[in-house]
Nanobody, 123 residues
Framework: QVQLVESGGGLVQVGDSLRLSCAAS????????MGWFRQAPGKEREFVAA????????YYADSVKGRFTISKNNAKNTVYLQMNSLKPDDTAVYYC????????????????WGQGTQVTVSS
């Protein structure tokens, strides 16, 4: 059984930071390429960031580049999303997903998804 469990969301103010975690179980997730997506009310789920199976390559949406950092801790079988300089437009439910094979920008590129964690940024 495959499980991805996100945590770390919350209510913060503009300019604050949060670190989201995604704990993986039931599969060799530490060797899998993983991604983060987010979905705001009334909007489509959008790509945020992705990381290669080795952790050596990372990819970001233009809207978060320079502010967010995706990383992996293979020993803990966990993927992280460090979010800095948060703004109200970052408010959404954030999901981790995996694996992707070669493309990572679409939700359909991933098979498994976590339950999501709410991030709310107040102005």
């Amino acid at each position: 059984q495959v499980q991805l469990v996100e945590s770390g969301g919350g209510l913060v103010q503009v300019g604050d930071s949060l670190r989201l975690s995604c704990a993986a179980s039931g599969r060799a997730w530490s060797t899998s390429a993983m991604g983060w997506f987010r979905q705001a009310p009334g909007k489509e789920r959008e790509f945020v960031a992705a990381i290669s199976w080795s952790g050596g390559s990372t990819y970001y949406a233009d809207s978060v580049k320079g502010r967010f950092t995706i990383s992996k801790n293979n020993a803990k079988n966990t993927v992280y999303l460090q979010m800095n300089s948060l703004k109200p437009d970052d408010t959404a439910v954030y999901y981790c997903a995996g694996p992707y094979i070669s493309t990572y920008r679409l939700a359909s590129d991933y098979r498994y998804w976590g339950q999501g964690t709410q991030v709310t940024v107040s102005s």
